[in-house]
């Protein structure tokens, strides 16, 4: 030990040896320079940026997710059938919770945006209705449009979820907008019986679209 060289400094007497830092530390070192630029470009730049992964995997999921309903058209039919199908309104919920609440309130009860729980309406007379205000937007952007924000699969889920809103008459809510319409359409006959089960085989005939 006493033969390590010693640093040239001393501070109050305390004196410090000149151990070299091992090699395979030095050399650690010097690779994460050398990998660095590799790195960043590899994960920042290009085709595998992290958020061209992330897109990828979202567009997956979603491809998972509606594979069993397949592309939806806004039709009164499709949305009159979904309408009945409480785990498809409940995704319907999850993207008004994401992307609406903000103007329509938690449960739709109206803030900057009208009230959608009661039976008046400005833009809305039908189902489709609901779709189209959603998918081009109303009032010029006061209502911003979604169609090229949410994919029709979202927009015809979160249609139904909104006009399952309807008639629940949160306490609280915005005073009335517009005008009372006629009540939803029946569901197509054979949409009653599927239900929420959407056992796959079964709920094919019924998507009528
Ligand atoms: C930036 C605020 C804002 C956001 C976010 C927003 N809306 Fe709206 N929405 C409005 C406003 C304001 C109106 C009323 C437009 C008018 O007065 O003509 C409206 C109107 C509507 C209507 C028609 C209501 C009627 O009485 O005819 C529906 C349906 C609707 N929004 C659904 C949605 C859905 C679903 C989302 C989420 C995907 C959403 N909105 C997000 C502000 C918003």
Redesign the pocket.
């Known amino acids: 030990m006493s033969e390590t060289p010693k640093t040239d400094h001393a501070y109050d007497g305390i004196e410090e040896y000149d151990n070299p830092l091992p090699g395979w530390w030095k050399w650690l070192f010097v690779a994460t320079i050398v990998i660095c630029p590799f790195y960043w470009m590899y994960y920042q730049t290009g085709q595998r940026t992290v958020a061209s992964q992330f897109e990828g995997a979202m567009a997956e999921n979603s491809r998972l997710k509606f594979q069993e309903i397949g592309d939806l058209q806004p039709d009164e039919v499709t949305l009159a059938t979904y309408l009945q199908k409480e785990n498809w309104v409940k995704f319907g919920k999850s993207?008004?919770a994401t992307?609406?609440t903000?103007?329509?309130g938690a449960k739709g009860e109206g803030k900057?945006?009208?009230n959608?729980t009661d039976e008046a309406?400005?833009?809305?007379r039908t189902l489709p209705d609901?779709a189209k205000?959603?998918e081009k937007g109303?009032?010029n952007g006061?209502?911003?449009a979604?169609g090229h924000r949410?994919q029709m699969n979202e927009i015809v889920l979160?249609s139904v979820y909104?006009a399952s809103l309807r008639g629940t008459n949160i306490e609280g809510g915005k005073p009335a907008?517009?005008q009372e319409i006629p009540a939803w359409p029946e569901p197509p006959s054979d949409a009653v019986t599927e239900d929420a089960t959407e056992d796959s085989g079964e709920a094919e005939p019924a998507e009528g679209a």
Not at 121 to 124: L, N, Y
Request: glycine share 6%; proline share 7%; hydrophobic share 55%.
């Open positions: 993207v008004f992307h609406c903000s103007c329509h900057v945006g009208p959608l309406f400005k833009h809305i609901i205000v959603i109303a009032n006061a209502m911003p979604w949410l979160v909104v907008e517009g």
